[in-house]
């Protein structure tokens, strides 16, 4: 067994978080998230245009 594997999936894990928050204060600022936020987040950078803002 490898350890770190374990490791790696933390890392992983933080990286996700990251994206989140990342994306998240983009949008509240008005802004556009990165693509790379977008594609971590499992979010297809092209369609994220399409979403209708109310």
């Known amino acids: 067994m490898n350890a ?3 490791l790696g999936r933390i890392g ?3 990286r996700t978080l990251g994206s989140a928050v990342a994306a998240a204060a983009a949008v509240e ?3 556009r998230p990165a ?3 977008l594609v971590m987040l499992g979010i297809d950078p092209r369609h994220f ?3 209708r803002h109310y």
């Open 49 to 51: 245009d399409r979403i």
């Open 29 to 31: 600022r008005g802004h």
């Open 35 to 37: 693509n790379q936020d």
């Open 12 to 14: 992983n894990l933080v």
């Open 4 to 6: 770190r594997k374990p």
